[in-house]
């Protein structure tokens, strides 16, 4: 099994909107609607920023949303924020594996 | 709140195995759910290790496959992970988390080196 494939780093300016790709096959982002994102800061664990291709845990912002298309997921970060730059990961959930992208850092100018 | 808190030896011998534990606090792994390793190199990505159910069945990422089990012991409610010939290249960050269609929550990691 291959990891999924992200860009390996995006930028934008506060308040700017910023999209970040997630590229698998039909085996993984494209068969199933388990799409899943996590942002991650220096020192600490990944976390669940959204899930099943485009809902939000409680306490997310809706500034973050996730959408698809075929094999490839997509995160739509709205109206950036400084607190938003961080490593951002996407994963597909398969009946038997769980499989993660590269990561992508991003900045905000 | 569901929480999880990894223990385990912080420093491993090359060809040695890696243990780590993965307590669980405010949910019975008896009641479902698959529960699941990652790891993250040091300034690399996250990578899924495997994961258990409750019943004691298993998946593990094939990379890892010949060297890895996984173990479950829901009267502690609390699940291990084995790593057997460790190299430095298994030196990394281990989470525990809950698995389902996402990964969360999430241990706050425990970094393991390996190193003579």
């Known amino acids: 099994q291959s990891a999924l494939t992200q860009p390996a780093s995006v930028s934008g300016s506060p308040g700017q909107s910023i999209t970040i790709s997630c590229t698998g096959t039909?085996?993984?982002?494209?068969?199933?609607?388990?799409v899943s994102w996590y942002q991650q800061h220096p020192g600490k664990a990944p976390k669940l920023m959204i899930y099943?291709?485009?809902k939000r845990p409680s306490g997310v912002s809706n500034r973050f949303s996730g959408s698809k298309s075929g094999n490839t997921a997509s995160l739509t970060i709205s109206g950036l924020q400084a607190e938003d730059e961080a490593d951002y990961y996407c994963s597909s959930y398969t009946s038997s594996s769980t499989l993660f992208g590269g990561g992508t850092k991003l900045t905000v100018l | 709140q569901v929480q999880l808190q990894e223990s385990g030896p912080g420093l491993v011998k090359p060809s040695e195995t890696l243990s780590l534990t993965c307590a669980v606090s405010g949910y019975s792994i008896s009641s479902g759910y698959y529960w699941g390793w990652i790891r993250q190199p040091p300034g690399k990505g996250l990578e899924w290790i495997g994961s258990?159910?409750?019943?004691?069945?298993?998946y593990y990422n094939p990379s890892l496959k010949s060297r890895v089990t996984i173990s479950v012991d829901t009267s502690k409610n609390q699940f291990s992970l084995k790593l057997s010939s460790v190299t430095a290249a298994d030196t990394a960050v281990y989470y525990c988390?809950?698995?389902?269609?996402?990964?969360?929550?999430w241990g706050q990691g425990t970094l393991v080196t390996v190193s003579s």
């Open positions: 258990i159910y409750h019943s004691g069945s298993t």
């Open positions: 988390a809950r698995l389902f269609r996402y990964v969360g929550p």
């Open positions: 039909s085996s993984d982002v494209g068969g199933y609607n388990y």
């Open positions: 099943d291709v485009s």
